[in-house]
């Protein structure tokens, strides 16, 4: 894929990947961070969106 270049250890094995900003357009890019924190929270905890409201109308942060 143009723009994208991976870079390997001493084993040939892909370690960094390496963007070029200027091949894609910043929503692509955004998507793509925002799959990758996904992906790497994917073991993590839930919370409910009714309890995340509910705490931050207790901390003062969201008005009833």
Known sequence: M???YYLTDERNQKRILQIDLDKFDREYLEDLLDGLVAYSRRNEETVSFEQVL???REEGKLDE
């Open 2 to 4: 143009e723009g994208i």
């Open 54 to 56: 509910q705490e931050m």
